[in-house]
């Protein structure tokens, strides 16, 4: 794998990812101290990500996945979001906190917060790994961010590409 011609420059090496999780864990359990948590990972590529998160949060949580899949190319979102599984749990009246693994245009991420705000939650805020301002073609509040990264294809750590690379223990470009 190390030697992969796909995997270009390093973005995120593994102890940035470490310690910048450590830090999110740490405001998020200090905000949400006294809430009703609920985290709700955006399947495949928050697992990674939502996993060492919620290990380091030390107030009571729930944890829920949905998936969804926007039309689009290999490497660029439409921003039509079908949804492939959604939650199991009931939302309402709780605290919602999307952990998402990239903010690219936000496109994804829109959706996604007008379908859950539907549901009436208590409170709904966005946990994302990284996000490309250089990107973004809407405005959206991130409450949590953990790292901006240039305008370039990231793998690992959770993020692939044709399902591929996930496993990455850092973010790297994708050399094309
Ligand atoms: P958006 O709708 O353009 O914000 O794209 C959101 C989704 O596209 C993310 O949840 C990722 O699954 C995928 N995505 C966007 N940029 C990247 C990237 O650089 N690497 C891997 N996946 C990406
Ligand atoms: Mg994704």
């Known amino acids: 794998m190390a030697d992969d011609d796909a995997i270009g420059d390093i973005l995120v090496p593994a102890q940035e990812l470490e310690r910048r999780v450590s830090e999110l864990a740490r405001e998020i359990s200090r905000d949400y101290e006294g809430r009703d948590l609920v985290l709700i990972g955006v ?84 946990c994302a790994l990284l996000i490309k301002p250089e990107r973004r073609k809407v405005d959206l509040r991130t409450r949590y961010v953990g790292f901006e990264i240039p305008n370039r294809f990231a793998i690992g ?15 790297a470009a994708l050399k094309q």
């Open 43 to 126: 399947l495949k590529g928050a697992v990674f990500f939502l996993s060492d998160l919620m290990r380091q949060l030390d107030v009571p949580v729930e944890v829920d996945f949905m998936a969804v899949a926007s039309y689009g190319s290999a490497t660029k979102s439409s921003g039509v979001v079908r949804i492939l599984k959604d939650l199991d749990a009931v939302i309402e009246g709780r605290d919602v906190l999307i952990v998402e693994d990239i903010v690219d245009s936000g496109l994804t991420l829109q959706y996604l917060l007008r379908n859950l705000a539907g549901r009436n939650p208590r409170s709904l805020e966005v």
């Open 157 to 171: 750590y959770g993020l692939d590409y044709g399902e591929r690379y996930r496993n990455l223990s850092y973010v």
